[in-house]
């Protein structure tokens, strides 16, 4: 049978099971037992059947399904998925993959039937549909993109917005609801809408306002994935100001137990799924409009002024992106000559003439940079409850045992945790170095650090929103437990 075939078996066999289902799922692994009540969205379209179910144990898509009737006439429905469990909640140690019949009564509005998995476990689902009015999902979007400041939220606007004829979103709708505004748009790419997206920002910075508002979204709008971009302080021996990080993991630095003269942290991290890390590690910041090559005025400034601020330029993150061969040694006896540094015992310092020259430069130029040769950075991101600015933070971020943190900023974890808890499929984070958390904290990058970080969650998502779709449709994933 052609797929083309087995979904119309499909729509001729099943009635329409789109909708919110309330479910029981009753279990066996070995002699023990137990019921885990759950609760499942159901997508019913030409590609398919697949269903969202959301417990406490795992996430799963739905592989494959096929109708059919059984010896008494009704109508049966064949599907395999596959489970990725969670890090709570969950014995399983890797994923694994499942199969079940279910049968509808139209009577109960009913599906159940049994199940079984590849760990040796089976059981009963039990879904019934829920009535008219408890319905959750009240628009269908494939991205949720939540902002954490007007300023991001412009950002995201304008890099997600049609760049050229038939590429971005081309118009935008607003939702003004009172408890969960948003505004939603369709992507399209070469004139074919590639997906559907919501982008929101919370009344308030910070882990609470934002968590609040991922979470009523997820529930009104089912979203397939769940992102961010923004700005955030950078390690500063990890990423120049410019640079954007994107998510290995999440999570919060602050939680864990204050002793009298110590801190106790119990972290628990979020990681990004392997395919989304490898496919952001795939991403180059050559290819985002915010990039572009130094010029010679370029590498002489940024030297002066990391010698202003007390770094060494050689060891600096960005030093290769600023002199090439030759470069560096050339420039140096430049400003040699031209009187702006000297060498005193081994050591680049500024003369008197060279600070004052970098310190105007620095006052006069107060516009945000336009293009910058910015470099991206997958890692852990730490999020905290307080903006940061005291210089030793990384230290402490390290002996609380993460050692290779990237970024520091308030909201990754809380989109982490609540993509998590609600089920939803994929998150990402990218964010862009405005500051390194210390007392030179300015804002001078905020701008362009909003902007390239929406130019590369656009990108990304362009090249890799592809891998959720099958024959042209959407194919959602399932969450379930292990059972």
Same mark, same amino acid.
């Given at each position: 049978m052609t797929s083309g075939e087995n979904r119309s078996k499909i729509q001729s066999t099943l009635p329409d099971l789109s909708g919110e289902w309330?479910?029981?799922?009753?279990?066996?692994?070995?002699e023990a037992t137990g019921t885990v009540i759950a609760s499942a969205s159901i997508r019913h379209s030409p590609a398919g059947v697949a269903l969202i179910v959301r417990s406490p144990g795992s996430n799963s898509h739905t592989v494959l399904s096929q109708a059919g009737y059984d010896a008494s006439g009704l109508p049966?429905?064949?599907?395999?998925?596959?489970?990725?469990?969670? @890090?709570? +909640?969950?014995? @399983?140690? +890797?994923?694994?993959k499942g199969a079940a019949i279910l049968r509808f009564y139209d009577n109960d509005e009913e599906l159940s039937g049994n199940y079984w998995t590849d760990q040796l476990t089976k059981g009963h689902f039990q879904l019934n549909r829920k009535p008219p009015g408890t319905q959750g999902v009240t628009e269908k979007i494939d991205v949720l993109l939540v902002t954490a400041i007007p300023l991001e939220y412009e950002a995201a606007k304008v890099a997600f917005s049609e760049t050229s004829p038939g590429n971005g979103v081309l118009s935008w709708e607003e939702r003004n609801d009172v408890s969960a505004p948003y505004t939603v748009g369709n992507y399209v790419r070469g004139e074919k809408e590639l997906f559907r997206l919501a982008l929101a920002k919370p009344d308030r910075m910070g882990s609470i306002e934002t968590g609040r508002l991922a979470a009523a979204l997820i529930e009104r709008l089912s979203p397939q994935c769940l992102v961010m971009c923004g700005v955030c302080a950078g390690n500063p021996g990890e990423v120049a100001l410019g640079?954007?990080?994107?998510?290995?993991?999440?999570?919060?630095?602050?939680?864990?137990?204050?002793?009298?003269?110590?801190?106790?942290?119990?972290?628990?991290?979020?990681?990004?799924?392997?395919?989304?890390?490898?496919?952001?590690e795939d991403l180059k910041a050559e290819d985002l409009p915010s990039y572009g090559p130094p010029s010679d005025r370029d590498a002489r400034f940024w030297l002066l002024e990391r010698l202003l601020a007390g770094d060494d330029p050689r060891n600096h993150p960005a030093h290769n992106r600023y002199f090439k061969d030759g470069d560096w040694k050339r420039l140096i006896e430049t400003l040699e000559k031209q009187g702006f540094v000297e060498l005193v015992d081994g050591v680049l310092e500024l003369t008197a003439l060279g600070k004052e020259d970098v310190q105007r430069s620095t006052y006069l130029d107060t516009e945000p940079p336009k293009k910058l040769p910015i470099a991206l950075k997958v890692g852990p991101i730490a999020s905290g409850n307080m903006v940061v600015k005291d210089g030793v933070t990384w230290e402490q971020l390290k002996q609380l045992g993460v050692r290779s943190v990237v970024g520091l900023e308030m909201e990754a974890a809380t989109i982490a945790a609540v993509a998590r808890s609600s089920g939803v499929p994929d998150w990402l984070v990218i964010k862009g170095v405005m500051d390194h958390a210390d007392p030179r904290k300015s804002?001078?990058?905020?701008?362009f650090a909003a902007r390239a970080s929406a130019e590369a969650l656009r990108l990304f998502l362009d090249r890799n929103f592809t891998t959720y779709h099958r024959d042209g449709q959407p194919v959602p994933a399932e969450v379930g437990t292990r059972t």
């Amino acid at each position: 049978m052609t797929s083309g075939e087995n979904r119309s078996k499909i729509q001729s066999t099943l009635p329409d099971l789109s909708g919110e289902w309330s479910m029981k799922i009753h279990w066996q692994r070995g002699e023990a037992t137990g019921t885990v009540i759950a609760s499942a969205s159901i997508r019913h379209s030409p590609a398919g059947v697949a269903l969202i179910v959301r417990s406490p144990g795992s996430n799963s898509h739905t592989v494959l399904s096929q109708a059919g009737y059984d010896a008494s006439g009704l109508p049966v429905l064949h599907y395999i998925y596959e489970v990725e469990p969670k @890090a709570i +909640g969950s014995d @399983a140690k +890797g994923t694994y993959k499942g199969a079940a019949i279910l049968r509808f009564y139209d009577n109960d509005e009913e599906l159940s039937g049994n199940y079984w998995t590849d760990q040796l476990t089976k059981g009963h689902f039990q879904l019934n549909r829920k009535p008219p009015g408890t319905q959750g999902v009240t628009e269908k979007i494939d991205v949720l993109l939540v902002t954490a400041i007007p300023l991001e939220y412009e950002a995201a606007k304008v890099a997600f917005s049609e760049t050229s004829p038939g590429n971005g979103v081309l118009s935008w709708e607003e939702r003004n609801d009172v408890s969960a505004p948003y505004t939603v748009g369709n992507y399209v790419r070469g004139e074919k809408e590639l997906f559907r997206l919501a982008l929101a920002k919370p009344d308030r910075m910070g882990s609470i306002e934002t968590g609040r508002l991922a979470a009523a979204l997820i529930e009104r709008l089912s979203p397939q994935c769940l992102v961010m971009c923004g700005v955030c302080a950078g390690n500063p021996g990890e990423v120049a100001l410019g640079d954007l990080v994107i998510s290995e993991l999440a999570y919060q630095h602050d939680e864990g137990k204050r002793e009298t003269n110590s801190f106790v942290a119990d972290h628990r991290q979020f990681p990004v799924s392997v395919a989304w890390k490898r496919a952001a590690e795939d991403l180059k910041a050559e290819d985002l409009p915010s990039y572009g090559p130094p010029s010679d005025r370029d590498a002489r400034f940024w030297l002066l002024e990391r010698l202003l601020a007390g770094d060494d330029p050689r060891n600096h993150p960005a030093h290769n992106r600023y002199f090439k061969d030759g470069d560096w040694k050339r420039l140096i006896e430049t400003l040699e000559k031209q009187g702006f540094v000297e060498l005193v015992d081994g050591v680049l310092e500024l003369t008197a003439l060279g600070k004052e020259d970098v310190q105007r430069s620095t006052y006069l130029d107060t516009e945000p940079p336009k293009k910058l040769p910015i470099a991206l950075k997958v890692g852990p991101i730490a999020s905290g409850n307080m903006v940061v600015k005291d210089g030793v933070t990384w230290e402490q971020l390290k002996q609380l045992g993460v050692r290779s943190v990237v970024g520091l900023e308030m909201e990754a974890a809380t989109i982490a945790a609540v993509a998590r808890s609600s089920g939803v499929p994929d998150w990402l984070v990218i964010k862009g170095v405005m500051d390194h958390a210390d007392p030179r904290k300015s804002d001078r990058y905020k701008p362009f650090a909003a902007r390239a970080s929406a130019e590369a969650l656009r990108l990304f998502l362009d090249r890799n929103f592809t891998t959720y779709h099958r024959d042209g449709q959407p194919v959602p994933a399932e969450v379930g437990t292990r059972t």
